[in-house]
């Protein structure tokens, strides 16, 4: 979040929301409005309607579009940005993602493309998050780290702050090392910038100092956007750290551009539902020891990383968007970049929230699917809201192996799905490979009811999901699916997460009824017949015999688990070989 110390009414943030401190505008899952698809510097690029322009399959397409449009320089600049205030999750990762897509379209065009991404690190920690994470990506309470010293340096900027957990220079270093991890597990290569170092290898210096000799203007100009901000007011636009509490102050009294300096009052911060005091101290600045508010930080960023397009979240699109183009123009004299609002998205239909635990990180996501399958989620439709569910991950996976199917031509499909396949296939894999396997993902966890790497294997080949002719290398890479599946089973306590008793039959205890049941299903099964018809026939046989259902059902569960409960059990016999099943039902082994 970086909303500026200027302007407490304003919640906007700088970059993706964590719903935690943003419920409000985090809950809506309806689609953009698209009553700005009009206006010629409305940020909802993909939203409008032009009507003269082609459509392409892809949405990076579009956007690629848009930029040559404005003759770039090269190397063409593709940024995002983020405040490193807390545990960067998946929807951080949305903006990076976009960016790349946009990035790597424009690659194949035959652009040099650079991709950064900001962390917004000078801006001032405004309060104590109640969760943070180590760089594992192990979420730990703020009771568990010194939360006192962090408590001592609210209102400092995040490069400012000692890392909670000791491990990297500053608090915003150790958010922006576990985005950077992110950004390379999926494979995307990004220039990290510290917006800190911006300032202190005096990169915004010049800017900073327009922006003061045009501080009437800048006024000005911000006046139309925030009331506080009076057009002939005292504002001054930028914000000098406390030579004596290390503070971001907001009351300047004095300005020598001359001297390069600024002279300012330690005053007390409004941040959000409570006041940072400031410690009263009067003192002189340079324009590296402070920050530009984050209304005209943005646009200078713009300006001195020479940015060409921006995706952002919809906050910025009614509040910093709309004063950014402005600064760009009226205060700096640069273009805006072409901008792009993009739609959050909701964790298993809950905005994302670190305190409220409803939270996922890259790395933790990667446990559970291959990078390809989470790069593909970031393909679909930027200006839909959508969600990304764990617990229905197994939808998401058979999506991307459809997806990939329809790119090899083994399914039927419209011609939309044909054309979006043979476009954002290749920017999603490695390499296209015509010969890899993919075991569906909810068999993948029912092999993951067993350890034995063998028999997962023998189960797959049996079950006709690896042919003869594999090599060794797309049976081991189909096997890495058994893996993710478990750790899905294991993290959403679902219907897989059972471990399949397979070495040696548990100790039962049947009656005469029930055992005589058992081997009617056992034949039953042994015909070969679907997950429904075996489910139907559990309900059959107990009924045919009088065994009470549950007592039948938990037959079952006890000869496969040893356990109660379990899966569905229908479904689960289906997808076990049948000699097995047929053996078991049998209690021969
Ligand atoms: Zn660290
Ligand atoms: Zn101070």
């Known amino acids: 979040m970086s909303p500026e110390p200027n302007a407490p009414d304003d919640t906007e943030a700088s970059s993706a929301p964590d719903g935690a401190d943003e419920p409000a505008a985090t809950a809506e899952t309806t689609e953009l409005d698209a009553d700005e698809t009009t206006d010629s510097s409305s940020p909802y690029t993909l939203q409008r309607e032009d009507g003269s322009e082609t459509h392409h399959a892809f949405w990076a397409d579009d956007v690629a579009d848009r930029v040559e449009d404005r003759d770039p320089d090269e190397p063409i600049v593709i940024k995002g940005g983020i405040s490193p205030s807390g545990v960067p999750h998946l929807g951080n990762v949305n903006e990076i993602m976009r960016g790349y897509f946009v990035a790597e379209v424009l690659r194949e065009r035959g652009h040099e493309v650079t991709q950064v991404f900001t962390a917004d690190d000078r801006d001032p920690l405004r309060g104590l998050p109640r969760t943070l994470c180590d760089l594992e990506g192990n979420l730990v309470d703020l009771g568990e780290v010194n939360a006192g010293a962090l408590g001592r340096n609210l209102g400092s900027p995040y490069t400012d702050i000692p890392d909670p957990f000791g491990c990297c220079e500053s608090y915003g270093d150790h958010f922006s090392q576990i985005i950077e991890d992110s950004a390379a597990a999926v494979d995307v290569p990004i220039e990290f910038v510290s917006t800190t170092e911006l300032y202190e290898s005096g990169d915004l210096e010049e800017i900073t100092r327009h922006v003061l000799e045009n501080r009437d203007t800048a006024r000005e100009v911000l006046s139309k956007y925030q009331d506080k901000v009076e057009e002939n007011g005292e504002y001054v636009p930028f914000n000098p750290i406390c030579e004596e509490c290390g503070k971001i102050t907001e009351t300047v009294t004095d300005v020598d551009l001359e001297a390069g300096t600024v002279e300012y009052r330690c005053t007390d911060m409004d941040a959000g539902d409570q006041t940072i005091e400031g410690c009263g101290h009067e003192g002189t600045a340079t324009l590296r020891d402070g920050k530009l508010p984050w209304r005209f930080e943005w646009p200078a960023q713009w300006q001195a990383l020479g940015v060409d397009f921006e995706p952002f979240g919809k906050d910025h699109a009614e509040g910093s968007w709309p004063s950014g183009i402005d600064v760009a123009e009226n205060v700096l004299g640069i273009e805006p970049p072409v901008p792009m609002v993009y739609e959050w998205f909701t964790l298993d239909g809950e905005p994302f929230s670190s305190s409220a635990g409803n939270v996922i990180l890259v790395s933790d996501v990667l446990e559970l699917i291959e990078p390809e399958v989470l790069r593909y989620f970031f393909t679909k439709d930027p200006s839909k809201a959508r969600d990304f569910s764990v617990e229905r991950l197994d939808l998401l996976v058979d999506e991307f192996d459809r997806f990939e199917a329809v790119y090899y031509g083994e399914v039927e499909a419209s011609e939309d799905e044909r054309a979006f396949a043979e476009r954002v296939y290749p920017l999603v894999v490695d390499e296209p490979d015509e010969d890899r396997i993919r075991l569906p993902y909810t068999f993948a966890a029912v092999l993951g009811m067993t350890d034995d790497p063998a028999l997962r294997e023998e189960i797959a080949r049996r079950e006709g999901h690896i042919p003869e002719n594999a090599s060794e290398q797309a049976i081991e890479d189909a096997l890495g699916r058994v893996e ?46 679907g997950p429904d018809e075996i489910q139907e026939e559990i309900y059959e046989t107990a009924k045919r015999h009088d065994v009470d259902m549950g007592s039948f059902f938990g037959a079952g569960y006890r000869l496969f688990f040893d356990e109660e409960q379990g899966p569905k059990l229908g479904p689960f016999l289906a997808k076990v070989d049948r000699e097995f099943v047929v053996a078991r039902l049998r209690r021969e082994r």
């Open 484 to 529: 993710q599946a478990r750790n899905w089973a294991r993290r959403t306590e679902n219907e897989f997460d059972y471990e399949l008793k397979r070495e040696a039959i548990p100790d039962h205890d049947f009656d005469a009824t029930t055992e005589i049941a058992l081997e009617e299903l056992a034949d039953f099964v042994e015909e070969g017949h």
